[in-house]
C-alpha cells in the first residue's frame, strides 16, 4: 500500500507538470524557438568562421550545425530546468507549493518527483527539436535516437536538481534575473555545448579549464556521445555525481529544519 | 498518547532571528470542537499554522496531531491533517476536478475512491456540477469552496483554515463560516480557524486570544468574556490586547 501510494503521488506530480507543459502554448514554442533561432542563426553564420578537426564520435569533418545540436540540447534543459526552478519560487510566492508540502511523504520523495517531471518536459522538447533538426539536415544514426533518452535523463536530472538547489536559495522571483546572469549564461558559454575543448584551450588554459571542469560540459557530452551510440564513461560518472551533490544539497535546502526555508520565513 | 486531543501544542516558542514571533504557546483541541484563533496582523497566527503543518521546523515546544509527533513522526501527523491556506493554493490553470484528483494521488488515494470522495465534497458544497470548469473561472468564494472540499477529501481529523474569508463578500463569507461549523458538529472534526473577524465565532466555539505572540486568553467565549468582565468578544478582545484593533 505504501509503494502505491508513492507510485500514485509521483504520476499526480508529473502528470501535472506535463499537463501544464502542454497546455501552455507560449512555453512551448518559446523553448523550442530558442535553440532553433542558435541553429539556423547563430550555426549557419559560424559555420564558415570555425573549421572543426575530427573528434570523437564523430567519425568524418562535420558542419558546425552537427557540432552544436548536442550542445542546443543541453541548452533545453538547461533552460529548462532553471524554468523548473522558477516555477518553485512562484509556487511558493503563490502558495501551491505549500499544498505539496503538507502531502503525507518524506521531502526527498516530493523534490524528486518534482524533478521527474521537470526532465520529463525538457525530453518532450528535445525530442520535437531533433525531429525539426532533422528535416534541417541534422540526422543522427537511428539507435542515437534510442541511445539519447537514458542520457537525456540523466542530464535533465542534473540540470533540474541545480535549479532546485538555486530555487531554495532564491526568495523572491525577482531575484530569478540573478540566475540567468551568474548560472545559465556563464555554464552554457563556459562549456563544450558551442565549441570542443581543444579549441577553447586555443585561446584560453583557464576558460579552458573551467570548461572542462563545467558540469552542463559533461552532460552535452555525454549527450553527444549517446547520439552516436557510443557510451562516454567520463562524462556518465561525471554527470551522476553532479546530480547525486546538487540533489542531496536541495534536499538539505528544503528540510525545515537544516534547511533555508525557516531562514527565509516561507514555504 | 492521548488519542482524545486532536491537536496539541505545548510550550511552543518561534523566533525569526532575534525578533520573537511566538512564546510558551499552549493550547489542546477536541475533536468535534471548532477553536477560533483570533489575534491582530501579525500576532503569530501565520507563524503557528506554518508549524503546525511542519513549513518551520518546531525548535523549542512540542505539537501534536492525534497523538503523533509532528517533528518525530511527521508523516502520520500530516496524514490527519487538512489544510486551507490564507492565499488560494488552487492551480488556476487546471478543473476544479484536476486540482482534486492531484491532491488524492497526493494522499495515495485510488482512481475509484477519489472520484467517489470528490464527488461526496462536492456535492455538499453545491459545487459538483461545476467540477470541469477552470479554477480561474470561479470567484474567490467558489474558489474557496473547492479549497474546503479538497482539504477534507483524504478525511482528516484535524482542519485548518488561515483566515480563509479574507477578501470574499459578507453572504459568502457567512456560507463559509456556517458550513465549517456545521462539519466540526457532524464529522467530529476538531476545527482551528485563525481569523481577525469577531463576527466568525460563534457562542458555542471555544476561542484563543494571540497577541504579539503570546496566548491571551484560552476558554470558551463564556470563559473569555467573565475573564476579561466584558459583555462582548469585541470589548474583551480590545481588553487583551491593550486597544489594539481586531
Known amino acids: 500500500m505504501k ?36 541553429l539556423f542563426v547563430f550555426a549557419a553564420g559560424f559555420r564558415a568562421a570555425l573549421g572543426l578537426a575530427i573528434t570523437p564520435p564523430y567519425e568524418t569533418y562535420i558542419l558546425y ?52 517531471a521537470g526532465t520529463g518536459v525538457s525530453v518532450l522538447q528535445v525530442y520535437v ?27 535533465g536530472l542534473m ?12 526568495k523572491q522571483l525577482e531575484n530569478f534575473a540573478g540566475v540567468m546572469n551568474f548560472v545559465i549564461f556563464p555554464m552554457f558559454f563556459m562549456s563544450t555545448a558551442l565549441y570542443p575543448l581543444w579549441k577553447i584551450k586555443e585561446s584560453s588554459a583557464l576558460l579552458h579549464n573551467l570548461a572542462q571542469y563545467n558540469p552542463f ?17 567520463h562524462a556518465f560518472i561525471y554527470t ?14 528544503y528540510n525545515p529544519s537544516k534547511g533555508m526555508m525557516t531562514r527565509k520565513g516561507g514555504a | 498518547m492521548n488519542s482524545s486531543i486532536a491537536l496539541s501544542v505545548e510550550d511552543l516558542s518561534f523566533s525569526y532571528g532575534d525578533k520573537k514571533a ?13 477553536t477560533v484563533l483570533l489575534g491582530p496582523n501579525g500576532a503569530g497566527k501565520s507563524t503557528l499554522f506554518s508549524l503546525i503543518t511542519r513549513l518551520y521546523d518546531t525548535r523549542d515546544g512540542r505539537i501534536e496531531l492525534c497523538g503523533f509527533d509532528i517533528k518525530r513522526q511527521t508523516l502520520p501527523a500530516l496524514a490527519k491533517l487538512g489544510v486551507v491556506f490564507q492565499q488560494t493554493t488552487l492551480d488556476m490553470d487546471l478543473s476544479v476536478m484536476q486540482n482534486l484528483r492531484y491532491h488524492t494521488s497526493l494522499h495515495g488515494m485510488g482512481r475509484k475512491q477519489a472520484e467517489q470522495r ?15 470548469e477552470r479554477a480561474r473561472q470561479l470567484n474567490g468564494g467558489h474558489r474557496r469552496r473547492v479549497e474546503i472540499a479538497r482539504a477534507l477529501l483524504h478525511k482528516p481529523s484535524v482542519l485548518l483554515l488561515d483566515e480563509p474569508t479574507v477578501g470574499l463578500d459578507v453572504p459568502s463569507r457567512l456560507a463559509i463560516v456556517e458550513y465549517v461549523h456545521q462539519l466540526a458538529a457532524e464529522e467530529n472534526l476538531a476545527v482551528l480557524w485563525a481569523s481577525h473577524l469577531i463576527d466568525e465565532i460563534y457562542p458555542d466555539d471555544h476561542l484563543i486570544v494571540l497577541h504579539k505572540g503570546q496566548v491571551k486568553a484560552n476558554g470558551t467565549v463564556d470563559d473569555v468574556l467573565k475573564i476579561t468582565n466584558t459583555l462582548t468578544i469585541k470589548d474583551a478582545f480590545y481588553s487583551l490586547t491593550q486597544g489594539e484593533q481586531v
Open chain 1, 217 to 233: 560540459s559533461q552532460a552535452v557530452e555525454l549527450i553527444r556521445f549517446a547520439l552516436y551510440g557510443q557510451f562516454n564513461s
Open chain 2, 118 to 132: 470528490i464527488q461526496q465534497e462536492l456535492e455538499r458544497l453545491n459545487m459538483y456540477d461545476r467540477r470541469f
Open chain 2, 22 to 34: 511566538l512564546s510558551q504557546v499552549n493550547f489542546k483541541i477536541q475533536p468535534g470542537e471548532c
Open chain 1, 240 to 253: 551522476l555525481v553532479a546530480f547525486i551533490v546538487f540533489m542531496a544539497a536541495a534536499i538539505v535546502g
Open chain 1, 3 to 38: 509503494l502505491l501510494h508513492y507510485w500514485r503521488a509521483m504520476w499526480g506530480i508529473i502528470w501535472r507538470e506535463l499537463w501544464r507543459f502542454v497546455t501552455q502554448r507560449e512555453r512551448f514554442i518559446s523553448a523550442l524557438v530558442r535553440p532553433l533561432v542558435w
Open chain 1, 129 to 155: 527539436f531533433l525531429a525539426i533538426a532533422w528535416f534541417y539536415d541534422i540526422q543522427a544514426p537511428w539507435q542515437g535516437y534510442l541511445w539519447i533518452l537514458p542520457a537525456l535523463l540523466l542530464s
Open chain 1, 159 to 170: 540540470l533540474g536538481a541545480l535549479g532546485l538547489l538555486l530555487s531554495s536559495f532564491i
Open chain 1, 65 to 116: 550545425e552537427v557540432y552544436i545540436t548536442p550542445g542546443l540540447i543541453g541548452m533545453i534543459q538547461l533552460f529548462n530546468g532553471m524554468q523548473s526552478s522558477l516555477s518553485m519560487v512562484y509556487d511558493r510566492e503563490m502558495g501551491s507549493m505549500r499544498i505539496l508540502m503538507v502531502c503525507p511523504l518524506p521531502r526527498w520523495f516530493l523534490l524528486l518527483s518534482k524533478l521527474l
